[in-house]
Nanobody, 124 residues
Framework: QVWLVESGGGLVQAGGSLRLSCAASGRTFSSYAMGWFRQAPGKERGLVAAITSGGATFYVDSVKGRFTISGDNAKNTVYLQMNNLKPEDTAVYYC??????????????????WGQGTQVTVSS
């Protein structure tokens, strides 16, 4: 079993910043990708950013230039630095790990392990 624990969420004013962390523990595995997803009330969970084992990164258009995903292999931790936050960024943010070495990394079905989520609220 692999556990992913997110932290760093909270309430921030528009224009502010937050850094989310996702710490992995449990059975040793090599993730082929790590992703940050978010889900707002009444909406489907969708990818925000992802980073592959090779260090390639992907961002959805709405967060490009504002969010940065990074990883620290020594700490088994992935980060999401969020700057210039907007009210529309308000959601529960989830960390996910892809253990399979095939398939894509854009969809929830591509990932094998999930964290419990952390709330991010951006006030206007």
């Amino acid at each position: 079993q692999v556990w992913l624990v997110e932290s760093g969420g909270g309430l921030v004013q528009a224009g502010g910043s937050l850094r989310l962390s996702c710490a992995a523990s449990g059975r040793t595995f090599s993730s082929y990708a790590m992703g940050w997803f978010r889900q707002a009330p009444g909406k489907e969970r969708g990818l925000v950013a992802a980073i592959t084992s090779g260090g390639a990164t992907f961002y959805v258009d709405s967060v490009k230039g504002r969010f940065t995903i990074s990883g620290d292999n020594a700490k088994n931790t992935v980060y999401l630095q969020m700057n210039n936050l907007k009210p529309e960024d308000t959601a529960v943010y989830y960390c996910a790990a892809k253990a399979r070495g095939y398939g894509g990394f854009h969809n929830t079905k591509d990932y094998d392990y999930w964290g419990q989520g952390t709330q991010v609220t951006v006030s206007s």
